[in-house]
């Protein structure tokens, strides 16, 4: 079979020619075996008529092969030159002849060059693409994260709102000025609880060397 891949005019037929010729081929030998299963019966039907002949039917399915297999690599090689001619000069389409669907390449022809330069820019438009995508992925992973940041600052505010608003109820005053005295007040109490801490850790020594 022919390994030009023909795909011109695969676009014309709507199949390869390669393809046709096959389903052809395959048509024709499964047509010969049959025949030979034909002729083969008919030599068994008409043996019954000499009983005396000495031919088994064995020795007729051998023959059957032998000559099937004869006539298989004839009919391999005529049917080698009918698909050459097939090929050639029924299912190609010459060089100089436009489908109608491309007539718009002869009137807007490009180079090779040209077509690797158009190549080059839609590659190049697709990295671009890619980039754009991926950045644009990252600001919404932003801005996602900046809503939660947004929600998580708006319930801390609400927080500070209604300690203000208990503290006003129980007359503490400015929740600001509290705020910083319990501040001022937390950290004099973390030096006292290290200075408590290292005390300690120097009494435990003193009592390990006594």
């Known amino acids: 079979m022919s390994v030009n891949p023909m795909v011109y ?29 034909v002729v083969e019966s008919v030599i068994l039907k008409k043996l019954h008529g000499f009983p005396h002949c000495k031919i088994s039917p064995f020795q007729i399915r ?3 092969e032998k000559f099937l297999l004869f006539m298989k690599e004839h009919f391999d090689k005529l049917f080698s030159k009918m698909e050459e001619m097939l090929l050639q000069l029924v299912l190609s389409i010459p060089k100089n002849v436009l489908l109608p669907e491309d007539k718009v390449h002869e009137q807007c022809p490009y ?27 990252a600001l919404q992973a932003e801005l996602e ?20 608003n ?28 290290k200075d408590v801490e290292e005390k300690s850790k120097k009494i435990k020594k003193h009592d390990q060397l006594l």
Not at 118 to 136: K, N
Not at 145 to 158: C, S
Not at 166 to 177: L, S
Request: glycine residues 4%.
């Open 62 to 64: 051998k023959s059957t």
């Open 145 to 164: 994260e900046q809503k939660a940041v947004q929600a998580e600052l708006e319930k801390i505010l609400q927080w500070f709102d209604e300690l203000e």
């Open 9 to 37: 005019e695969a676009q014309f037929f709507g199949f390869t020619p390669q393809t046709c010729m096959l389903r052809v081929y395959i048509a024709f030998q499964d047509y010969l075996f049959e025949m030979m299963l």
């Open 166 to 193: 208990i503290c006003r109820e129980h007359g503490t005053g400015n929740f600001k000025e509290s705020f910083m005295f319990l501040t001022q007040n937390s950290r004099k109490l973390q030096d006292v609880m």
């Open 111 to 137: 180079s090779k060059e040209q077509f690797q330069a158009l190549q080059d820019e839609i590659s190049q438009l697709q990295q671009q693409y890619r980039a754009e995508a991926s950045a644009g992925q």
